[in-house]
């Protein structure tokens, strides 16, 4: 039950009840409400400012996820950056040097992409700037590994060919230091045995007795094994490639055949004194693109430096050659 209200009337000096209209408690009730509405509204707004709702909390983890991510990413493209980097300089001053080949620029190695605008769906966006130099940075990253790959594909090839090369060279001594009685005659003018007429001997002749071992100095093709040329006797040539060619001669019998592969080290013959001939040795020449060479330049692959320096000292002698 609501309380009755008083007032007190100076002129009937009487207290007399206060009589509420409804116009008046409807204004007021008005009043109340509004006034409760727009604190509501101020705290709610407040509130906004200060207080997450568990949506928003959860947008901002996510934004904050999607930011850590982002860093992470940066970090891995600027380690791959440095890795590659790393490679770039070896391939361009080690591998591409060593094996002949010309260095690739640099402004083929971090060239960009021109044209049209690669990016233009990603913009519009609050962090569209990030996002599209992110882009730009891991598209380079990948052009410059695709270029990378591409040149140490080709220096595989080169590696392989350079292989193929070493490997056919003729680069050991074609008789064994052990079965070497010694070396006789080296490459120069020399004493013909037969007239004593000074002239170029175009080989090296190894004194060693009949039978002893003969070895391929390098990989390639038997390109002749026959006796079917002047003064050399039984003798076989092999075709190593690169414009290589070594020749034995003299042979007592042979171990191969023409058109036979053989390989660096392999037994092809024996030393014999057949053709023009004093006494059993093996002489021996190499020819580059057709043109005789001093064969003591390719001993590297069979002798110490005691055991070339040796050599090259009976070699150099002008002494009487065997052939």
Request: aromatic fraction near 12%; avoid cysteine; hydrophobic fraction near 35%.
């Amino acid at each position: 039950m609501s309380k009755v209200k008083y007032y007190y009337d100076a002129e009937s000096l009487s207290y007399k009840k206060i009589e509420r209209k409804k116009r008046t408690a409807f204004k007021y009730a008005t009043l109340f409400l509004l006034a409760s509405a727009f604190f509501a509204i101020i705290f709610v707004f407040i509130a906004s400012q200060y207080v997450e709702s568990p949506k928003e909390r959860a947008l901002k983890r996510e934004l904050q996820n999607v930011q850590l991510q982002f860093e992470l990413l940066n970090k891995k493209m600027e380690q791959a950056e440095a890795v590659l980097a790393n490679i770039a300089d070896r391939d361009n001053n080690i591998y591409r040097v060593y094996f002949e080949a010309n260095p690739i620029p640099e402004e083929q190695r971090k060239a960009g992409f021109g044209g049209i605008n690669r990016y233009k769906n990603l913009e519009g966006f609050d962090n569209s700037k990030l996002i599209i130099e992110s882009n730009k940075r891991l598209d380079i990253l990948q052009k410059q590994i695709v270029v990378q790959s591409r040149s140490l594909d080709e220096i595989a090839k080169l590696a392989e060919e350079k292989e193929k090369l070493l490997a056919a060279i003729p680069a050991i001594q074609p008789v064994s230091n052990e079965d070497l009685t010694r070396m006789a005659s080296g490459y120069g003018m020399r004493s013909d045995p037969f007239t004593k007429v000074r002239k170029m001997h175009w080989g090296m002749d190894f004194t060693a007795p009949r039978g002893t071992p003969i070895y391929a100095s390098g990989d390639g093709v038997v390109e002749r094994a026959d006796s079917n040329s002047s003064g050399y006797g039984k003798h076989i040539r092999i075709d190593h490639g690169y414009g290589y060619t070594s020749l034995y001669a003299h042979l007592y019998k042979y171990n191969v055949r023409k058109n036979q592969k053989v390989k660096r080290g392999d037994l092809i013959g024996f030393v014999g004194s057949t053709g023009r001939s004093e006494a059993p040795h093996l002489h021996y020449e190499i020819f580059k693109d057709g043109e005789r060479i001093n064969p003591i330049n390719f001993y590297y692959g069979s002798l110490t430096a005691e055991e070339f320096s040796k050599m090259l000292e009976h070699a150099s002698l002008e002494n009487q050659s065997l052939d």
